[in-house]
């Protein structure tokens, strides 16, 4: 009689097993950045990995449009900048080198203003309060806006690192890209160096 209890008890303990949800591997780190201090753009606790709702953009279009509205709630539109130098920053609040950043290129967007804009694009997974709260807290010279993680502006390469930053060219034209941490001397000196406007950039 031992024998067969003990039997029915081992054929029970694995059915229930069975039955057990099977464990999901950890995902698999990701690739190293192609700057040291660039911060991968999914570090954020908050951006979770969701299949974004478009195919991420590979490359940047080479006259990018771009259609924000501003957390102060002001349309901005990238063509109406055509004349002067546009930095086009996308940050985090999770990004430590961009946070560094962002009080240099404050002081930049208020010492050049005659030819250089400056927008602020925060690739982030935050509520709007909650942004709004970060840049009342941590306010700049020029205008920040949040585009959607899984959803971003198509004209441009979909950021793998943060920060990344994009010098426009007076004609529209990108004329150098940053991946991780820009300062205002790197911008001028790339402004310095970039070809006439409406020519290929070397």
């Not at 590979?58 to 004349?83: I, S």
């Not at 990108?174 to 409406?198: C, D, N, S």
Request: charged letters at 20%; proline letters at 12%; one cysteine or more.
């Amino acid at each position: 009689m031992k024998p067969l209890v003990l039997s029915l008890a081992v054929l029970t303990a694995l059915t229930l097993s069975a039955c057990d949800k099977p464990q999901v591997a950890a995902p698999a780190a990701a690739d190293a950045p192609a700057k040291q201090d660039a911060a991968p753009a999914a570090a954020s606790a908050r951006a979770q990995p969701t299949p974004p709702a478009q195919e991420p953009a590979a490359t940047t279009k080479e006259f990018p449009t771009l259609q924000v509205t501003t957390v102060d709630g002001q349309p901005y539109e990238l063509a109406q900048q055509r004349g002067h130098w546009v930095v086009v920053n996308f940050w985090a609040t999770w990004c430590k080198p961009c946070l560094k950043e962002m009080p240099e290129l404050s002081a930049m967007a208020k010492s050049d203003k005659d030819t250089v804009r400056i927008i602020g694009l925060a690739y982030d997974d935050i509520e709007d309060a909650d942004l709004k709260a970060f840049v009342d807290k941590n306010p700049v010279d020029y205008p920040l806006a949040k585009v959607d993680v899984y959803n971003p502006p198509a004209d441009f390469e979909t950021p793998r690192g943060l920060p990344m930053t994009y010098l426009i060219a007076p004609d529209g034209r990108v004329a150098k890209r940053f991946l991780g941490p820009v300062t205002p001397a790197q911008i001028r000196e790339a402004i310095t160096a970039a070809p006439a406007a409406g020519k290929q950039p070397a």
